[in-house]
Every structure is written in structure tokens, then in C-alpha cells.
């Protein structure tokens, strides 16, 4: 679970620099994060609408470190 959390937050970091979708680690990010990312995205603007802030990477590690919580314990 560590991994992913890592590989989110490369993603949050990739995502502010210009021109970081032409770079292939950020893709290799992306297709990685997406299984985890897109279905929070879609709960995100079906109970919040379009909003300028993307929330789902800050649930998915919260989510993701409950659920390694939950498997360790």
C-alpha cells in the first residue's frame, strides 16, 4: 500500500509541473493510479459537482492506509 501512496503523490507532484503529460514517467503514474483515482473522481462530481480541486488522491491514500490498517491489524 505504501507504493501506491508514493505513486499518488509523484502523480499530485508531476501534475503541477508544465508540460509533465509529455513525460512518460507521468503517464506510467497515471495509468497506475487510475484504476484508483477514477472511481472517486466519479463520487467526487456526483456529490460535489465540477469543483477546481481534485480530492480524490487525498481520499485514495486515506482510504488506502485504512485499508492497510485494517489488513495488518
Known sequence: MNVLNITILAEVI?????????MSIYNILVSINN????????????????????FSPIVAILLLNMISGILIY
Open 14 to 22: 508531476f501534475s503541477y509541473i508544465p508540460n509533465a503529460r509529455a
Open 35 to 54: 484504476p484508483i483515482l477514477e472511481p472517486i473522481r466519479r463520487l467526487q462530481s456526483m456529490f460535489l459537482g465540477d469543483m477546481m480541486i481534485d
